[in-house]
């Protein structure tokens, strides 16, 4: 007999006084100098402690690439799971731990070429889990293939010529899915990072968050229309539910929608606000509609894209195996007697 108990025992924390620095693991961080990764990774940490939640209480679960070494340097339970598989472990441990909040980490990679039919499943089952998908249009971990997200024509390792395959948009997947939660967010921009971390961890169900992250190594600056302070105001469109959709210098212009859903660059000053098209988180057509506006003829909208409410899958789960074992107990023999037959 072992003397020790198989599981661990776990001493719980007091929520209230954790700290940044008790999500922060002893491992050293092995990502590039300057790599997006450090700032988002630091933006998580900041954030769990103020979600009220024991430490012992997270798990991150990743797939494989360098945005999928998260869990490591998270002071949390964690697996690094297999490539592009971890939305089924974190189903897995959510369905049968309820009362654990579980985040996944992926990447363009990862999330969408490998892990695209298992990313399409948590989500459209709405399984509560947060899922931070790092956008980099690349594959970092194997030095810098073209990923499903890299533009048409992207020259890499892997394409001296240019690819030929049109990008994936990962909000418009995930709207497609049918995802309850689905927002934008860049790595540079902390304070963005932060309120839409904040909406996700709050939101019951599966919420997918964007993050377009620079890879300086293998893809630097693909996102300098958005980050590069002479570029932002003018390709940058902040989402606020019920706001009209305005951007560029004071606001200057907005996107107005035609009459066949074709949106259209407005003059605010000449044409007035009353043109231009209110964001709606609520409303798919909206989501979906906001969702194609694509840098360089848009700017890119950041923000949340769409949050409604509808019963988790995992809830649903537990609520159905609990009215089932309320029912009509069988024995083990009747169960195999009721559906035997015999093979002439
Ligand atoms: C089954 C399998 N196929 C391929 C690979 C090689 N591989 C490792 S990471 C990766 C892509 C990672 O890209 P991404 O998810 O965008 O992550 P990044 O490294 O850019 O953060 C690939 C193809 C693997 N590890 N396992
Ligand atoms: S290869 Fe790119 S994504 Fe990977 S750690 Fe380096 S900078 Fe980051």
Not at 11 to 22: C, L, S
Not at 285 to 306: D, E, I, Q, T, Y
Request: hydrophobic share 35%.
């Amino acid at each position: 007999m072992p003397t020790q108990s198989a599981y661990p025992v776990v001493e719980h924390t007091d929520p209230a006084g954790q700290t940044k620095q008790d999500f922060t693991s002893d491992q050293d961080v092995r990502w590039c100098p300057g790599c997006g990764d450090y700032s988002i990774l630091a933006q998580v940490q900041k954030l769990m402690p103020t979600l009220g939640i024991p430490k012992e209480n997270f798990v991150f679960v990743s797939g494989i690439g360098c945005s999928s070494r998260f869990p490591y340097y998270m002071n949390t339970y964690g697996i690094h799971s297999i490539h592009g598989r971890a939305p089924a472990v974190a189903t897995g441990i959510k369905a049968v731990r309820p009362d654990l909040s579980v985040w996944l980490v992926t990447g363009d990679g990862d999330g969408l070429s490998i892990g695209g039919n298992h990313l399409l499943h948590v989500l459209r089952r709405n399984v509560d889990v947060k899922i931070l998908l790092f956008n980099n249009q690349i594959y970092g971990l194997t030095k810098g293939q073209y990923s499903p997200t890299s533009p048409l024509g992207k020259k890499a390792k892997s394409t001296p010529l240019g690819s030929v395959d049109y990008p994936l948009d990962p909000v418009s997947v995930a709207l497609g899915a049918g995802a309850t939660f689905v927002a934008r967010t860049v790595d540079t921009n902390v304070k963005h990072i932060e309120a839409t971390l904040k909406r996700a961890a709050a939101h019951k169900g599966s919420a997918f968050v964007e993050i377009y992250q620079n890879c300086p190594i293998f893809n630097d600056a693909a996102f300098d229309f958005l980050t590069d302070k002479s570029q932002k105001e003018d390709n940058e469109l902040v989402l606020e539910h019920g706001k009209p959709l305005r951007f560029g210098p004071n606001g200057g212009r907005g996107i107005a929608l035609d009459g066949s859903l074709t949106p259209r660059i407005v003059d605010v000053t000449t044409e007035g606000e009353d043109k231009l098209l209110r964001h709606d988180e609520t409303n798919e057509m909206v989501s979906l509609v906001v969702s194609r506006l694509k840098h360089p003829a848009f700017p890119v909208p950041v923000g949340v894209f769409r949050a409604v409410d509808r019963p988790s899958y995992d809830v649903m789960m537990n609520e159905q195996v609990e009215a089932a074992s309320q029912g009509n107990k069988k024995s083990l023999q009747q169960l195999i007697d009721a559906g035997s037959w015999t093979v002439a």
